[in-house]
């Protein structure tokens, strides 16, 4: 079965890599990675730091047993730079801007993890008082930080805006 955790200061070594040494979201242009591992975790624990003050929890796991198969890093779109390099952008300032949802091993992918993890972002949301929920999905494929537009499109989500294959979707909470 598969149990939620969320993410904070104490557990930050639970999120698995890569997604625990990246700074994709945090920056903007070319994406650079020649950081050490332990410099990017620090800049990733600071951002985590601010962000919760304000917002509460963004970041949370899916995990089987003591296993994180799955993570999910969201917040309102002024805390992710990298969202300006998006041609369907910006994001709404109303929404909760899905960064990544992501299931790490490939093995675990295809059996409903990826929806569950989705529906219960997606509750936990509304019950926070969000009004909608909004991320970059990717056309035809689902090589891409949140996944394919296909799996959206499937969970009731609604392309507000494409100008390219990162079309803009959003979910009324
Ligand atoms: C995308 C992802 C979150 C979906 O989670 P999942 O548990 O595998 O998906 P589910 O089993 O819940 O599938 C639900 C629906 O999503 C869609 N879907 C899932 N994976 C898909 C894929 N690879 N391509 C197209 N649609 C897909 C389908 O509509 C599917 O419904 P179906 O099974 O009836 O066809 C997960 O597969 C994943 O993380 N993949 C890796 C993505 C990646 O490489 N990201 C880069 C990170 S930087």
New binding site residues.
């Given amino acids: 079965m598969l149990i939620f955790e969320k993410v904070g200061m104490h557990n930050f070594s639970r999120v698995p890599e890569?997604c625990r040494f990246?700074l994709?979201w945090q920056t903007k242009g070319e994406f650079q990675t020649e950081a050490s591992k332990s410099e990017i975790e620090k800049a990733k624990l600071n951002w985590l730091s601010s962000v919760e003050k304000v917002f509460g929890n963004c970041v949370e796991l899916a995990c089987l047993g003591s296993v994180s198969v799955?993570f999910m890093q969201y917040a309102p779109p002024q805390y992710f730079s990298r969202v300006g390099d998006y041609a369907s952008g910006p994001p709404s300032s109303d929404a909760v801007f899905i960064a990544?949802?992501?299931?790490?091993s490939?093995d675990?992918?295809?059996?409903?993890?990826?929806?569950?993890?989705?529906r219960t972002l997606l509750k936990e949301l509304r019950e926070r008082g969000f009004r909608a929920v909004e991320t970059f999905a990717r056309v035809?494929?689902?090589?891409?930080?949140?996944?394919?537009?296909?799996?959206y499109?499937?969970?009731g989500f609604e392309v507000v805006s494409r100008k390219d294959d990162f079309p803009l979707v959003r979910f009324k909470l």
């Fill in positions: 890569p990246c994709y799955g990544c949802l992501y299931i790490v490939k675990q992918r295809g059996k409903g993890y990826g929806t569950l993890m989705l035809d494929s689902a090589n891409n930080p949140s996944g394919p537009l296909a799996f499109l499937k969970n």
